[in-house]
Nanobody
């Protein structure tokens, strides 16, 4: 499966962005999907995941209550709605697909830049 993330940009603190992850090559309905981010000089970190059916989600503590992950298997799309953005949310955001359900994260998109100004 190929993943393409988009929707990033420059936004002021307190603003919102919606990231999109478009999948091709295979249906995403069989994959757990996730969003990760990497800030400059830091390691990539987990942001949010969603199960194959969308019935369960999980979030990093730093984004809980502000970000929402969702998916539309019919459209082969995954979304990350980001509200109340903070400067520390700045980074490159990646979508990923987990084939086995064990957080192996086998497939990655190319990333989209999110910059939050204070």
């Amino acid at each position: 499966v190929q993943l393409q993330a988009s929707g990033g940009g420059l936004v002021q603190a307190g603003g919102s962005l919606r990231l999109l992850c478009a999948a091709s090559g295979r249906t995403i309905s069989i994959y757990k999907m996730g969003w990760f981010r990497q800030a400059p000089g830091k390691e990539r970190e987990f942001v949010a995941t969603i199960t194959q059916s969308g019935g369960r989600t999980s979030y990093a503590d730093s984004v809980k209550g502000r970000f929402t992950i969702s998916r539309d298997n019919a459209k082969n799309m995954v979304y990350l709605q980001m509200n109340s953005l903070k400067p520390e949310d700045t980074g490159v955001y990646y979508c990923a697909a987990d084939r086995t359900g064990s957080s192996s994260w086998d497939y990655w998109g190319q990333g989209t830049q999110v910059t939050v100004s204070s």
